[in-house]
């Protein structure tokens, strides 16, 4: 691991993890406010209902504060990071699914960075979370205030007509049908059986550049961690986010929009891929054949050389380093929010692939992930001639450990430089701890919105998953956007900074 001195010497605000540590042991004990709940909003159970609320009330200028002061009474993470979910889910509009909505998309992936945090910063993330919560909160209420109403009982059919009334519902686009039909499958099924449900519908249009299976990945991943009691108001916001039109007046179920023709299309086409696929072989040659593809070729293109490969005995493993890749290289071209969200929508994909158990949703999700990529390339014609296998290492000046500072002050200065860096730091230490470690430490003091950890989370993550060569250069893509030492501290540091010396 980076020795944490060598580490702190090229970043900004050294101080601040050390300040952050004592937070707990310094605030002074501050009581929940109580205040009568809204009749338009829906209610939660009573053992989480007061820890909403203090999240919901309290000001930004003091929430940390008294959430600090609630830890030190005893305050469990997953107790904070459930009602951290539940708020976003209940006073956030899921509407379009990103923008002020990465409050809840993000929380999962500051779960993440949680997990795989050293113990002294592993509140830091949750903490960094509900700061987003209450800005997004504020843009909410502009926006004109939306809420999640309480279920209307009347109108939830019985458990013999949930699945179908559900599926009816979402095929036909119809909100109040989806929501009433949504409670009554959540109250009988179980978490397996809606998730083959879900992710179809997240991965079904290309509305929203992707957030839609984001969101099915991330709601179901905090379920399995804050527990499936917490599950039918969290469905309830999945389901309406999944039926934004992005402002489209005419029915897609009954129009032929460009976000839903790779849907239709894979429908059809995955009846080409053949029994068996599931054991084909790894090949070495298959990321390249897509990364050449994905550089020109259409959604359609891509579907069709995926199933090619799988008719060749190709394994999907191998397909997917393809599109991650693939999503790196996107990335290194043209760096930004439309690129970015091909590695995070392929990273939920991916997890959605491995969880799903029906055969057709599995051909399906392989599918839609190749056809989608194409999507991330923007209208540019333009596109830097930056191919991600090809790029040639560089090995970085600075020895051992300090090898990784230099690198991440390069990313200040130049980032394809420090991306060789990478590549050569890696030649001679396979092991990547030391890089995933500094990355993410950073993204902790110099993160500014919730793509920062959106997508070091995905990546990170993803990386592990990957045989060489392809782990090493998608790590290299990424410093295309991940936070460099020199990049000034976010404001959460400062204010807590300030906070710890008044």
């Not at 929380?107 to 910063?121: C, R």
């Not at 205030?145 to 279920?151: I, L, R, T, Y």
């Not at 402002?247 to 029994?275: M, S, V, W, Y």
């Not at 040639?392 to 200065?413: H, Q, R, Y």
Request: with cysteine; charged share 25%.
């Amino acid at each position: 691991m980076l020795p944490r001195r060598s580490f702190l010497k090229t970043t900004a605000g050294a101080g601040a993890l050390a300040a952050l540590g004592n937070l707990l042991s310094q605030l002074p004990a501050v009581s929940a406010e109580e205040a009568a709940l809204d009749p338009r909003m829906v209610r939660f159970q009573p053992d989480i209902e007061s820890l909403v609320r203090l999240l919901e009330q309290t000001p930004r200028e003091e929430v940390l504060e008294k959430v600090a002061a609630q830890m030190k009474r005893g305050l469990s993470y997953t107790h904070l990071l459930t009602a951290l979910l539940l708020a976003g889910v209940r006073d956030i509009q899921p509407r379009p699914v990103g923008f002020k909505f990465h409050a809840v998309l993000v929380v999962n992936s500051a779960h993440l960075a949680s997990l795989a945090s050293p113990d002294n910063e592993r509140w830091l993330p949750i903490f960094w979370a509900i700061n987003q919560f209450k800005l997004s909160q504020a843009a909410n209420i502009r926006e004109g205030d939306w809420k999640m109403g309480p279920v209307d009982e009347a109108a939830v059919p019985p458990s013999h007509r949930a699945r179908q009334a559900f599926i009816e519902a979402m095929d036909n686009w119809d909100e109040s049908a989806a929501d009433a039909a949504i409670v009554g499958l959540v109250r009988t099924a179980g978490a397996n059986e809606l998730f083959e449900i879900f992710v179809r519908y997240g991965a079904r249009d290309f509305r929203d550049i992707g957030h839609k299976a984001i969101y099915v990945a991330n709601s179901f991943r905090c379920l399995e961690v804050i527990g499936w009691q917490h599950a039918e108001p969290v469905l309830r916001s999945l389901a309406y986010a999944l039926l934004d039109r992005s402002g489209a007046t005419e029915n897609p179920a009954k129009a032929d929009f460009a976000a839903d023709r790779p849907f239709r299309q894979n429908l059809e086409l995955l009846k080409e891929i053949p029994e068996g696929w599931l054991d084909g072989k790894p090949n070495a040659d298959a990321p390249k054949d897509l990364l050449q593809a994905l550089r020109t070729g259409s959604a359609g293109d891509l579907s069709a050389l995926t199933i090619k490969l799988l008719n060749q005995g190709i394994a999907p493993r191998s397909i997917f380093e393809g599109l991650f890749d693939g999503a790196g290289e996107l990335l290194m071209q043209e760096p930004g929010i439309l690129s970015l969200h091909a590695m995070t929508f392929t990273n939920a994909i991916h997890y959605a692939w491995h969880r799903a158990q029906n055969d057709e949703t599995r051909r399906l999700l392989l599918l839609q992930n190749a056809a989608f990529l194409p999507l991330y390339r923007g209208n540019r014609a333009d596109k830097p001639a930056l191919h991600i296998d090809s790029l040639e290492p560089l090995t970085p000046d600075a020895k051992g450990d300090f090898a990784v500072d230099e690198i991440f002050a390069e990313i200040g200065k130049d980032r394809l430089t420090a991306a060789r860096k990478v590549l050569g730091y890696l030649q001679g230490h396979p092991d990547p701890t030391p890089l995933t470690d500094a990355a993410r430490r950073l993204i902790f003091l110099k993160g500014r919105d919730a793509h920062d950890y959106k997508f070091s989370s995905a990546v990170l993550e993803d990386c592990s998953r990957l045989s060489q060569p392809w782990r090493d250069r998608l790590l290299a893509a990424s410093v295309f956007y991940f936070r460099g030492s020199s990049d000034a501290d976010n404001e959460l540091v400062s204010r807590t900074r300030a906070a710890l010396a008044g």
